[in-house]
C-alpha cells in the first residue's frame, strides 16, 4: 500500500507570490489534515479535510487555504508569501479505523526569499 | 490554551545508554496520547496511548501515560545511533493531534 504522497519535496519562492502544494493520502482514507513545521514551534496544525469538507482549522491567516477533491487529494495554497512561511508543510492521512494516528508523508520544504 | 511540553530538548548520550523522555500535556477533551519519530521529514508512528498505567512495548521502546498527572514517558534501552532522531510527542483530542516541540535525541557510537 502506497503511503502518503507529497508534491513537490521543494520549493523556493520570493515574497508576495503564491503556492500550491499537493497531498495524495494513502488509499482509502479519506482525511487529510496539514501541519507546519518550523524549528521554534515545532508542528502546527493548519487545517483538516474530510470528504471534500473542511472539519477544522488552526490558528492560520486567511492566505492559508486547502480544498480536497472527490478523489481525497487534497492541496494547500498559501497567497501573499511573507519569509515567515518559510517551513516544512506536512500533510497526514488517516482512516476510519485508525482514531487519532495519523500518517505523514516526507513534506514539501518551502523557502521564502 | 492546550498545551503539550516535552523534555528534554536536546539529548547527547553514547550507545548502550537509557534514556527517557517526557511529554507533559493540558489539552480539554482528551482522546489519546503518541509518540512519533522524526529522523528525516516524515515522521513515523510509535505508540499511542488511551489508557493510564498499560506499558506500550516495541523492542527497546516502551512508554507508558499517566491520565491523572498529565504526562507520558518514552523509554529507549541500549540506545543505538540508529536512535539519533526527533521524538514528537502528540496529543489527539475530538480535533486535531497537538504536538510538542521535540526532543531531538543524538546517539554517538
Known amino acids: 500500500k502506497a503511503g502518503v504522497t507529497q508534491t513537490p519535496r521543494y520549493l523556493i519562492k520570493t515574497r508576495g507570490q503564491q503556492v500550491t502544494l499537493s497531498c495524495s493520502p494513502i488509499s482509502g482514507h479519506r482525511s487529510v489534515s496539514w501541519y507546519q513545521q518550523t524549528p521554534g514551534q515545532g508542528l502546527q496544525f493548519l487545517f483538516e479535510?474530510?470528504?471534500?469538507?473542511?472539519?477544522n482549522k488552526g490558528n492560520f491567516p486567511g492566505r492559508f487555504s486547502g480544498r480536497q477533491f472527490s478523489n481525497s487529494r487534497s492541496e494547500m495554497n498559501v497567497s501573499t508569501l511573507e519569509l515567515g512561511d518559510s517551513a516544512l508543510y506536512l500533510c497526514?492521512?488517516?482512516?476510519?479505523?485508525?482514531?487519532?494516528?495519523?500518517?505523514f508523508g516526507s513534506g514539501t520544504q518551502l523557502s521564502v526569499l | 490554551e492546550d498545551k503539550v511540553v516535552q523534555s528534554p530538548l536536546s539529548l547527547v548520550v553514547h550507545e548502550g545508554d537509557t534514556v527517557t523522555l517526557n511529554c507533559s500535556y493540558e489539552v480539554t477533551n482528551f482522546r489519546s496520547l503518541l509518540w512519533y519519530k522524526q529522523e528525516k521529514k516524515a515522521p513515523t508512528f510509535l505508540f499511542m496511548l488511551t489508557s493510564s498505567g498499560i506499558e506500550k512495548k516495541s523492542g527497546r521502546l516502551s512508554s507508558i501515560l499517566d491520565k491523572k498527572e498529565l504526562f507520558s514517558i518514552l523509554n529507549i534501552t541500549a540506545t543505538q545511533t540508529g536512535d539519533s532522531a526527533v521524538y514528537l510527542c502528540?496529543?489527539?483530542?475530538?480535533?486535531?493531534?497537538?504536538f510538542g516541540t521535540g526532543t531531538r535525541l543524538q546517539v554517538f557510537p
Open positions: 479535510y474530510f470528504s471534500e469538507t473542511q472539519r
Open positions: 502528540a496529543v489527539g483530542n475530538t480535533d486535531k493531534l497537538i
Open positions: 497526514a492521512s488517516r482512516g476510519v479505523t485508525t482514531n487519532e494516528k495519523l500518517f
